[in-house]
């Protein structure tokens, strides 16, 4: 079962920390692991199931980012004109 799914008397009061959060994507890499594999070999049923446990966990994370008060994005050190100018990153490696 899913670590999202938290009885209705501790709601509110968990703790949300980085070991939560990682734990959270652990799974859900694993749950896209499974929706994957599922999927090869045709079996809807379960696909279905998993994407809605992996949806709920998305849902989640993205309510703890939206309530967090450090989620602003990170400076950029260039100027428009010169991010305009350059090609896009490729593999990491942007050229000019």
Do not use: W
């Amino acid at each position: 079962m899913s670590i999202v799914f938290v009885p209705k008397k501790l709601r509110g009061k968990a703790k949300i920390n980085q070991e939560t959060i990682q734990r959270l994507l652990d799974e859900n890499d694993q749950l896209i692991r499974c929706i994957t594999e599922y999927q090869q070999k045709g079996r809807a049923v379960e696909c279905v199931q998993y994407q809605q446990i992996l949806h709920r966990n998305i849902v989640y994370l993205a309510t703890i980012a939206d309530a967090s008060p450090d989620n602003t994005p990170p400076a950029s050190n260039s100027t428009p004109n010169e991010t305009s100018t350059s090609t896009p990153a490729v593999n990491g490696h942007r050229g000019t």
